[in-house]
């Protein structure tokens, strides 16, 4: 009963491709988010959905296109994929409110993406 | 922009002493503070959150938040070699409508054995 899942844990692929992840949580939350966290271990937030709507959206290319179809599920498609695309991308989900225990974000388990 | 400072280490410490991790930041309207726990080839997990002055303690860990100074630490009391992680600091407004987490860098702590 994991409580945040991703799909697919590794993703090898080579440049120019378009690959998806998925991303699942059971928790009930509200919210789930994208990070990107690089080589040097720096994560970074790309995309927020709350209830299936976009509320943050960083400064990323719009090669990066994140889908939401339901609230417990939160997908991120990438196109024309570059060498500077690698990294591991983690799915979060949180309900969000007005304390800080029920802003707690927890995270999948990781995609490590790899572009040839 | 708003920025979280942490210093990358790595820190080490003998086994059974106390780990001080040290995060700074730059927004004021940040109101929640959040540790992350991150074993290499891991996802962030929580260990603590805190959101009013002073200390907050739990088991082995207490964090420390000092909104005036834009300072929270994590403190690991009798650390183990199973604390060899890197710690994540993180920090958000609070209420409806605020939703990003600023994470820092992260310290690397070595427990030595």
């Known amino acids: 009963d994991t409580a945040v899942s991703q799909t697919p844990k590794y993703l090898v692929t080579q440049m120019g491709n378009d690959k998806s992840i998925k991303c699942e949580q059971n928790l009930g939350h509200d919210t789930m988010y994208w990070y990107k966290q690089d080589s040097k271990k720096f994560l970074k937030i790309m995309f927020s959905?709350?209830?299936?709507?976009?509320?943050i959206n960083e400064t990323v290319p719009n090669r990066f296109s994140p889908k939401s179809p339901d609230k417990a599920h939160l997908n991120l498609h990438i196109n024309s994929l570059e060498l500077g695309d690698s990294a591991v991308y983690f799915c979060?989900?949180?309900?969000?409110?007005?304390?800080?225990?029920?802003?707690?974000?927890?995270f999948g388990p990781g995609t490590r993406l790899t572009v040839l | 922009q708003k920025e979280v400072e942490q210093n990358s280490g790595p820190l080490s410490v003998p086994e059974g002493a106390i780990a001080s991790l040290n995060c700074t930041y730059s927004?004021?309207?940040?109101?929640?503070f959040f540790w992350y726990r991150q074993y290499s080839g891991k996802s962030p997990e929580l260990i603590m959150f805190?959101?009013?002055?002073g200390d907050k303690e739990d088991g082995r860990f207490t964090a420390q938040l000092n909104k005036a100074s834009q300072y929270v630490s994590l403190l690991i009391r009798d650390s183990q070699p199973s604390d060899s992680a890197t710690y994540l600091c993180a920090v958000k407004e609070s209420g409806a409508g605020s939703y990003q987490l600023t994470f820092g860098k992260g310290t690397k702590l070595s427990v030595i054995p």
């Open positions: 927004d004021r309207g940040s109101q929640s």
């Open positions: 959905y709350n209830n299936k709507e976009l509320i």
């Open positions: 979060a989900s949180s309900q969000e409110g007005y304390e800080a225990s029920t802003d707690t974000q927890y």
């Open positions: 805190i959101y009013s002055n």
